[in-house]
């Protein structure tokens, strides 16, 4: 006879009781709800009392089980209560989407399958394929390209910029995979001087340094400058480096502008040179047919760089690849050892790896939440959504022009406008220190959030509109506040 094993307890993270977390779930959802349909009538950003962050950051580790409402509650009191602002109708710093209460659900089903979006054979992989497909549909990007959802635009670049590297150096002769950059030329990558830094950041990651950036001059509308750029490689040529990418901005982060993208396609053809674009923000203007011939010229880029967790509204975080060459993008990154060899049958099965395309093995299910606001919205709804903040934008320059004591400072391309407040008498260094003072005691009273920036030496309040909640009478707000804050604080700040 064998001996009767001792009972062996196992647990599980499962609740011990399904109704009880049901009742929390419920109110949970209905709470989140509650507090997006108020979401006007409280400030748009306040500070955090250091009070508050000296107690938060001193909560132990938790060494044994919470009760699941005393973590809620917790969350309420400590988390809840200072929110960074960009779900707010009058938060327009950087470039910062809105999100929608819909998605926050689906963000939740998302979370709750949880599946890994790297590889086998299910459906969260169909749903990511077919997304792209959608993307590239959207942006009018040839059918035949692949593409790979990542978590942001600096990724978005990141990658793209990979498969550049590669390409470009194996016409070189030069195997990067295997070699690294011993033995390469010196590469020159081009932008423009208000291209965005994750450019940078991507040439110092891809082993490149940011000395392979050949930076351009801008024109007066903040675009790159074509003959600047065409001397710049032939300079590099003579020079003996290898230039091997242009970079366009589809929408620059500080004013919005729009470089001529067609005119970079051409060049690019002519110098056999990769075409990224990087439309972080302005790709998806593309759903407005007003704004769509602004960003003509995007559908040639080799790659193309942009974001869904700004002006799509998608939640945090939800940004896209899209590579005109699938092989080229998948030998740039497929690697199968043993234990993730694709099969033809079984869960390892699948038409399609995802993790054979990026940086990332495992992968969440942001295809989900951009599946289901897409079905959700439409594109037209979408479009007419980007094309409302076009013309804020339009509705807020005109506003600055026709208000004394108020300069625009840059032309409005899309969705940023660009301004300070700047009475007669006051010498540009004043001038600065009076509007960084006026975007702070804005943002500090909870009236609004711009951001600020300096353009040619001058401080700006900077107003980026990726909100769907925004509605004119906000800016009206704005001009008023800024007007009277200016008023106040121009004769008052202490001398610099
Ligand atoms: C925001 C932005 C990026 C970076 O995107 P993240 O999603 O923040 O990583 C890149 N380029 C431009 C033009 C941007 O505005």
Do not use: C
């Given at each position: 006879m064998t001996a009767i094993e001792p009972r062996i307890t196992e647990e599980n993270l499962?609740?011990?009781d399904w109704d009880a977390l049901r009742k929390t779930a419920h109110r949970m959802v209905d709470d989140m709800l509650t507090y997006l349909q108020s979401v006007?009538?409280?400030?748009?950003w306040r500070p955090i009392p250091s009070e508050h962050k000296a107690a938060f950051n001193a909560s132990?580790?938790?060494?044994e089980p919470q009760d699941i409402d005393q973590v809620y509650e917790d969350y309420n009191n400590?988390?809840?209560?200072?929110?960074?602002?960009?779900?707010?109708?009058?938060f327009w710093a950087w470039v910062i989407g809105t999100g929608t209460p819909s998605a926050a659900l689906y963000e939740m089903l998302a979370a709750g399958l949880?599946?890994?979006?790297?590889?086998?054979?299910?459906?969260a992989n169909q749903v990511e394929k077919l997304v792209i497909e959608w993307c590239k549909e959207m942006l009018g990007y040839p059918a035949e390209a692949s593409g790979l959802l990542v978590n942001g635009g600096s990724m978005a670049n990141l990658t793209g910029l990979n498969v550049a590297r590669n390409v470009k150096l194996l016409e070189a002769g030069i195997d990067v995979r295997t070699?690294?950059?011993?033995?390469?030329?010196r590469l020159r990558l081009y932008c423009s001087?208000?291209?965005?830094s994750s450019v940078q950041r991507a040439a110092e990651v891809l082993g490149m340094?940011?000395?392979?950036i050949h930076t351009i001059p801008v024109d007066s509308e903040f675009r790159i400058d074509l003959a600047a750029l065409q001397a710049a490689i032939n300079v590099d040529r003579d020079a003996g480096l290898l230039p091997f990418c242009v970079i366009g901005s589809?929408?620059?982060?500080?004013?919005?502008s729009i470089d001529d993208l067609n005119a970079l396609a051409d060049l690019c053809e002519r110098e056999h040179l990769w075409y990224h674009v990087d439309?972080?923000?302005?790709?998806?203007?593309?759903?407005s047919p007003a704004a769509l011939p602004r960003l003509?010229?995007?559908?040639?880029?080799?790659s193309l760089a942009f974001d869904m967790?700004?002006?799509?509204?998608?939640?945090?975080e939800a940004g896209c690849i899209l590579i005109r060459s699938r092989e080229q993008h998948y030998n740039t990154f497929t690697l199968t050892p043993p234990y993730l060899v694709h099969s033809t049958?079984?869960?390892?099965?699948?038409?399609?790896?995802?993790?054979?395309?990026?940086?990332?093995?495992s992968r969440g299910f942001l295809a989900l939440k951009v599946w289901m606001s897409l079905k959700e919205h439409g594109i037209r709804k979408l479009g007419r959504s980007i094309q409302q903040n076009i013309d804020q934008a339009q509705y807020l320059k005109a506003l600055v022009e026709a208000t004394p004591d108020l300069e625009l400072?840059?032309?409005?391309?899309?969705n940023i406008v660009c301004f300070r407040y700047a009475p007669s008498g006051m010498d540009d260094a004043a001038l600065n220190a009076l509007n960084e003072e006026i975007l702070l005691q804005i943002q500090e009273q909870g009236i609004a959030v711009p951001s600020g920036t300096k353009l040619n030496g001058k401080y700006v309040l900077r107003v980026s509109i990726t909100n769907h909640?925004?509605?004119r009478e906000d800016f009206d707000l704005l001009v008023r506040e800024v007007i009277r804050l200016g008023k106040t604080f121009a004769h008052s700040l202490p001398k610099q």
């Open positions: 499962d609740p011990a006007r009538e409280r400030p748009a132990p580790l938790p060494l400590d988390v809840l209560s200072y929110p960074m602002g960009n779900i707010h109708p009058r949880n599946p890994n979006v790297g590889g086998g054979d299910h459906m070699h690294g950059l011993t033995a390469a030329p001087s208000e291209t965005h340094g940011s000395e392979s589809a929408g620059t982060t500080n004013t919005g439309g972080a923000i302005g790709a998806v203007a593309a759903l003509h010229g995007m559908e040639r880029a080799d967790h700004k002006w799509l509204h998608i939640p945090f049958r079984g869960t390892a099965g699948g038409d399609l790896w995802p993790s054979d395309y990026g940086i990332q093995l400072l840059a032309p409005v391309a899309l909640r925004t509605l």
